[in-house]
């Protein structure tokens, strides 16, 4: 019999903590809970987890902490629970400790394509296709160059609106990774009111209009993940 994906959840709220182990077991997946860093780190001593999940705000050592003592000792993949408004302030210092995250409140769908999503990765040690330097980025059939908001490729240009650029940037900055409709209106529309999630939607349809303008290669890499949100898949 094929042996469960292990996997350790780090949250200081009991019913939370337990209501996602509930729900991982119900997808087929071994789970253990812990309710802080300190027991997290505990077990992850003892034990071999094929992932983490850990909420950021933790008393005592917090989920940043959890992520870089975890880097010292084991290369297991870690999700990282990180509530609405946080992640502008704590993504360059988490990025290099961890394989993905997610914002809370999220759906349980969404929990489960980036639970397999970073099994997938994992298994078939993916890679992302993507040279890049600060900038320009160099796609297989377009290269995006920032300074200039532009892409360009097989003799054709376009240029992108304030906006479409602020939106492919944080596509890129997390390539491969699922990023739900809610954390893209946070993330590059936060100043705005009264705005929703079809703001993202439509920004999106642009992209992939101007893209569709290169090749057909070089939109499909924004793909729609049903009822969750996009990826720029590699």
Aim: with cysteine; hydrophobic share 40%; net charge negative.
């Amino acid at each position: 019999m094929k042996a469960l994906k292990k996997i350790l959840i780090i949250d200081s709220n009991e019913s939370e903590r337990n209501k996602l182990k509930h729900f991982l077991e119900k997808e087929g997946f071994e789970v253990e809970g812990a309710v802080d860093g300190e027991t997290g780190i505990q077990l992850l001593i003892e034990g071999d987890y094929d992932l983490i999940i850990v909420e950021l705000e933790l008393p005592g050592i917090n989920g940043a902490d959890v992520c870089n003592i975890v880097r010292k000792i084991k290369e297991t993949p870690i999700i990282v629970l990180i509530s609405n408004g946080e992640e502008k302030n704590m993504l360059s210092s988490l990025r290099a400790g961890m394989d993905d995250y997610i914002l809370k409140p999220y759906i349980k769908a969404e929990m489960l394509h980036r639970v397999k999503a970073t099994f997938r990765r994992a298994t078939t040690n993916d890679s992302t296709v993507i040279e890049q330097d600060k900038n320009q980025i160099r796609l297989p059939n377009a290269v995006i160059e920032w300074e200039a908001h532009r892409i360009t490729g097989g003799g054709k240009e376009i240029y992108l609106t304030p906006k479409e650029y602020e939106l492919l940037q944080y596509l890129t900055s997390w390539p491969n990774k699922i990023l739900s409709r809610d954390e893209l209106l946070q993330a590059v529309w936060n100043d705005e009111q009264s705005l929703d999630t079809r703001t993202v939607d439509t920004a999106i349809k642009r992209l992939r209009d101007k893209f569709s303008k290169i090749s057909p290669e070089t939109a499909s890499t924004i793909k729609t993940v049903w009822r969750v949100g996009y990826i720029f898949e590699i």
